[in-house]
């Protein structure tokens, strides 16, 4: 004859030690895994808000250089909250270009219509010539802005300085 269900044999009583500490093992390292996932997932969701900012930090200081049209940047380094920042500053070495035409004479300007019109025009003696402008110069803004993560950011710009005649070289 069959026992009852509801009635344990004799010796079954529950788990054996051994099953529960298997069970307790698989359970911990399901729970190591699942705590590793969740800290990548949660510096991965941190880093575009990083990089979003040191952008914008580098936006800023790369304007700021760019202003005055008629200094030249200065590299400098300094730091916004968490973030540090370094501007690095090279004059490019450009040459301006020659006209693809000859300059007007001077005293003759042309007219609508094809006629030339002549300008006199009176030049006391001893008195200079009009200086020639210097050429402009290009200078190259670099921006390196780097994150309290170690990410890094770098924004290159250009600016172009035109000296007065008295800033000559």
């Given amino acids: 004859m069959a026992e009852p269900r509801g009635r344990p044999r004799r010796g079954e009583r529950g788990f054996s030690l051994l099953e529960v500490l298997a069970a307790l093992i698989i359970a911990s390292l399901m729970i190591a895994v699942l705590s590793r996932g969740l800290a990548t997932a949660a510096v991965s ?3 575009p808000a990083e990089v979003v900012s040191a952008m914008a ?3 800023v200081l790369a304007a700021e250089a760019r202003d005055d049209p008629t200094s030249a940047p200065e590299p400098r380094s300094g730091s916004t909250g968490r973030y540090t920042w370094r501007i690095d500053v090279a004059e490019l070495g450009l040459q301006p270009a020659t006209p693809p035409f000859p300059p007007a004479p001077r005293g003759v300007a042309t007219g609508g219509g094809g006629q030339d019109t002549v300008v006199v025009q009176r030049q006391t003696e001893g008195a200079p010539e009009a200086a020639a402008a210097p050429p402009p110069v290009l200078y190259r803004i670099a921006v390196a802005v780097t994150a309290p993560s170690g990410r890094s950011v770098t924004l290159e710009t250009a600016k172009l300085v ?4 008295d800033q000559q070289r």
């Fill in 162 to 165: 035109t000296k007065p005649n």
């Fill in 57 to 59: 930090i580098a936006r």
């Fill in 45 to 47: 969701t941190r880093a």
